[in-house]
């Protein structure tokens, strides 16, 4: 893999000889609309610089309110390299804040007209994200400040991407295999509706092509340039200590040092990529999708650019968040050994350099962020390999060790989205119904901080042959939700520590059921550790918020349903709690054994139901029986509904129910939950889980359980790796 798009030789064959009708027009159409005039450059920097000295110029001609050099404004993340020209000009920069998606930060940026009122005003499209430039077109109309649009990191315009500056920088040699080439774009339409400027600013970009060669001559770099992209093609590349590792050292294609003005061979090689670019934009974002699925979650790295209004772009690069510098530095050589060709942001100018506490979103760009090539030369394969050895070395670092109850409910707690089936008391309950083996494991990473909890109960199906499933887990412990490579990674050490146990000493089937949505992301991490999927229903219910107000749990509720529990709330019913395994539990469970006798539905079975109601309340434990009663008129109370409701760390799940004619004909099972909900608020519980709701749901259920208005979710599927050794592979 290389960190840049390679050159084709027959790309370089066409454009070596002389074209004597270029067609301009054509060569300009990514970027440039019709009613708008372009001018080529070498590189961006070189814009800035003309545009600041037009801007010089027209102040000058005019009555101006202020003299002195101008004030051009710029986000705090730039850099530094590409302001050696505009700099030049004597122009003082003032940068302002950015926030966490990117976009300036208004309160920044109303400050700062109080102090420094702007002449040029700079706004950026970072790594291809969409940026909001309300504010900045704000500031421009009220001072009059020319809006530049640098989208250099835009592949070509796109929604409203080069649709909202004066002028718009786009950078066609930091996404395509081009020796140099930028395009300066002139709207006529921005929010100064500058007309006539085009020829000043040809003049001042003439005017620095002159100064360059009195100082450097008329330096050509295309032939260092073709010679270097033909030895990579052949398979000689820079590697080592020496090999670059700055995002701008390599996608923009070195130092600023550089003629102002684009070569006809970079037009002439620009224009075999015209007819490509939707094909290149839809390569980029399906490498970056990748790159996700193989990256995030590996030790803290999170993707960047999943806002929720930047989903559609085309990604500069793939660029991962780290937690700290220290990290992130670990993941940078990692993946530098992987040859995932990692790459950083390549300076900060030393104003924000110096003011880490006035700028530190900057100052964490930074330091801790990684960046992954995404052109549309990278090879799908290649990234796979890439996360197969990334699964094998975070796997390798994490650790899983056995663990106690006191210790295990302490962690329980933290779980976001705990479920039934992993929590200790089902595993026990379990223990003593299904003569199953309950392995209970904690995995921590690298640091030796827990991350997971893992429940898998190990039965003996045939004398050779042991099963063990890790149902709906292992439950996470983050604060954001796992990720597919997260699970792999934990599947692995999960497994490889009952390997080293006693459970694994014969033939064996180790089946998983990931708690996190079934993906083509995860389908691929788990093939990576030969993991195989089994064509069996994937578990699925509802979930309900409890930290709502009750008045909007019952908005949530389809119109039917809310009548139904009206209707059971007249009725009359005695509604009371309880968690007596004794006399009420006996009462309900034989109308459980009954309707089961009756009905011949697939429910939970009884035996199991005896054992959880036994299990002891704990902190994180609680059984609640919820009952309805009728009164009769001989003044005692006949039991026409029951539900059993199980709250396990921060969530409540709705294990059974039963009901009675009567108790239907009065919606009794309706004011039961509702109860349940309340008094599960009361306890602090923050989900309240339907305990299953899939398309395998009977039809009358499925309607009852999808009237409550909770959050539909499903897990991954299941998954199987035979065992086919006594040790830990």
């Not at 890439?386 to 409910?409: F, N, Y």
């Not at 412990?477 to 080293?500: E, F, H, K």
């Not at 709502?548 to 509720?557: G, H, K, T, V």
Request: charged share 20%.
């Amino acid at each position: 893999m290389h960190p840049a798009p390679s050159l084709k030789i027959p790309d370089l064959i066409r454009a070596l000889l002389p074209t004597r009708n270029l067609d301009e027009i054509a060569l300009k159409e990514p970027w440039v609309q019709e009613q708008d005039q372009a001018l080529w450059t070498s590189k961006s920097a070189w814009s800035l610089a003309a545009i600041a000295t037009a801007k010089s110029n027209s102040l000058s001609e005019f009555t101006s309110p202020r003299s002195g050099p101008l004030n051009v404004w710029l986000p705090e993340l730039f850099c530094d390299e590409s302001l050696d020209p505009l700099r030049e000009t004597g122009a003082i920069l003032h940068f302002y804040n950015i926030n966490e998606q990117l976009d300036p930060d208004p309160a920044s940026l109303d400050k700062l007209s109080e102090i420094s009122p702007p002449d040029i005003i700079i706004g950026v499209h970072f790594f291809g994200m969409p940026a909001n430039f309300e504010h900045l077109i704000q500031h421009s109309i009220s001072s009059g400040a020319w809006l530049i649009e640098d989208a250099t990191h835009v592949l070509q315009r796109q929604n409203f991407q080069g649709d909202q500056g004066d002028f718009v920088l786009f950078s066609p040699h930091k996404h395509l295999a081009l020796p140099h080439g930028a395009l300066l774009v002139i709207r006529n339409e921005g929010p100064n509706r500058l007309l006539g400027v085009q020829n000043d600013i040809a003049c001042r970009l003439h005017n620095l092509q002159d100064q360059f060669e009195q100082s450097y001559g008329r330096s050509n770099q295309v032939p260092t340039w073709v010679i270097k992209r033909v030895l990579n093609r052949l398979g000689i590349r820079r590697i080592g200590p020496g090999s670059p590792s700055q995002l701008g050292g390599v996608v923009e294609g070195g130092s600023v040092l550089l003629h102002p003005k684009m070569s006809e061979f970079a037009k002439r090689l620009l224009s075999r990529y015209i007819s490509r670019m939707d094909q290149i934009s839809e390569l980029r974002k399906t490498t970056s999708e990748i790159w996700g699925s193989q990256i995030s979650g590996v030790a803290d790295m999170e993707k960047l650019g999943d806002f929720a209004r930047k989903n559609e772009f085309t990604p500069y690069t793939a660029a991962f968040f780290g937690r700290n510098e220290k990290s992130v530095s670990e993941h940078f050589r990692l993946l530098t050994q992987l040859g995932a060709q990692p790459t950083r942001w390549p300076d900060l100018p030393p104003e924000v350099m110096v003011q880490s506490e006035s700028y530190p979103l900057a100052h964490e760009f930074f330091t801790n962020v990684i960046h992954l090539p995404t052109h549309q030369d990278v090879r799908h394969r290649s990234l796979e390999r890439i996360g197969s050895k990334l699964v094998k070395h975070m796997s390798g670092s994490w650790s899983a060790r056995p663990t106690q109850q006191k210790d295990w409910e302490q962690l329980w707690l933290m779980v976001r989205h705990p479920n039934l089936i992993q929590s200790w008391q089902y595993g026990s309950s379990l223990e003593r119904t299904r003569n199953s083996a309950v392995i209970r494991l904690v995995i921590c990473d690298q640091s030796e901080r827990p991350i997971a909890l893992a429940q898998v109960v190990s039965s003996q199906r045939f004398p050779l042959l042991r099963l063990h499933l890790l149902n709906q887990g292992p439950s996470w412990l983050g604060s954001s939700d796992m990720t597919p490579v997260q699970y792999a990674c934990m599947v692995v050490v999960i497994r490889n520590a009952i390997s080293r146990s006693n459970c694994m000493k014969r033939f064996g089937i180790f089946i998983c059921s990931p708690p996190i949505t079934k993906s083509t992301a995860l389908e691929g991490a788990l093939k990576r550790v030969r993991f195989k999927g089994m064509k069996k229903e994937s578990w699925a219910s509802s979930r309900i918020d409890l930290n709502q107000e009750s008045a909007q749990l019952a908005a949530n509720m389809d119109g039917k349903w809310r009548n139904g529990l009206r209707k059971a709330q007249k009725s009359g019913l005695l509604v009371t709690a309880s968690s007596n395994c004794g006399g009420d539990w006996t009462t309900v469970r034989e109308l459980y054994v009954a309707m089961i006798a009756t009905k011949g539905a697939d429910m939970v079975e009884p035996a199991l139901l005896d054992a959880i109601m036994q299990q002891p309340s704990t902190p994180s434990w609680n059984v609640q029986l919820m009952l309805a009663h009728e009164p009769q008129a001989s003044g005692e109370k006949e039991l026409v509904a029951a539900i059993m409701v199980v709250k396990s760390g921060q969530s409540a799940t709705y294990l059974m129910g039963v009901s009675t004619d009567q108790g239907r004909r009065n919606n009794a099972t309706s004011v039961l939950l509702w109860e349940s909900m309340q008094l599960q608020k009361e306890m602090g519980t923050a989900l309240f889980d339907l305990g299953g709701l899939s398309e395998l749901t009977p039809e009358g259920i499925s309607r009852f359980k999808k009237g409550l208005g909770g959050n539909p979710y499903s897990t991954g599927g299941y998954f199987w790796r035979l065992n086919r050794i006594m040790r830990a592979r």
